[in-house]
């Protein structure tokens, strides 16, 4: 908690909420760590955790990572589509490659056709980038359910991004 804290400048609600639970804490610090260290790009990974905060109706995860995709210089058309769990607006064909198979991914339980693997790598997406979608979607399930199950609010840095 205190490495956290000492990141973002205060203790998110959300995390001294899961730290009643120190090993979901953990967890989730941990996973989320190793799918920031993976060859999907940056913009790539915020897709990917928007459209399971969305698809999760994790509220506070989206006003988190709006947040951070608005820092990122992420374009407004883009981040307003993720919020609303709509189709990213072109030119965005790889990010909105990104966004369809992670919803592949959770929609079939991971069993996804070759259709959809083939088109998430027609987009320039590797087979090493498929399975770090999954522990994309491990990592934020993790977050935005926990988050939901704890009613965690969003902190006041975040409020105007909610």
């Known amino acids: 908690m205190a490495a956290v804290a000492a990141k973002q400048g205060h203790l998110p609600a959300a995390v001294g909420l899961l730290a009643s639970s120190p090993e979901l804490l953990n967890g989730f610090l941990k996973m989320s760590a190793l799918f920031e260290s993976t060859t999907l790009d940056q913009l790539s990974r915020e897709v990917l955790i928007m ?81 770090e979608v999954v522990l994309g979607i491990g990592a934020y399930t993790m977050s935005t359910l926990a988050n939901r199950m704890t009613a965690a609010p969003v902190d006041p840095q975040l409020a105007h991004f909610a």
Do not use: W, Y
């Open 51 to 131: 459209t399971v905060a969305t698809r999760n109706s994790c509220h506070l995860c989206v006003a988190m990572h709006t947040a951070k995709l608005t820092a990122l210089g992420a374009d407004g058309e883009l981040i307003a589509a993720l919020r609303a769990g709509s189709p990213l607006p072109l030119p965005d064909e790889r990010l909105e490659a990104v966004r369809q198979f992670t919803l592949a991914v959770i929609d079939t339980s991971g069993a996804v056709d070759d259709a959809a693997l083939q088109s998430f790598l027609a987009h320039g997406h590797t087979a090493r980038n498929a399975l």
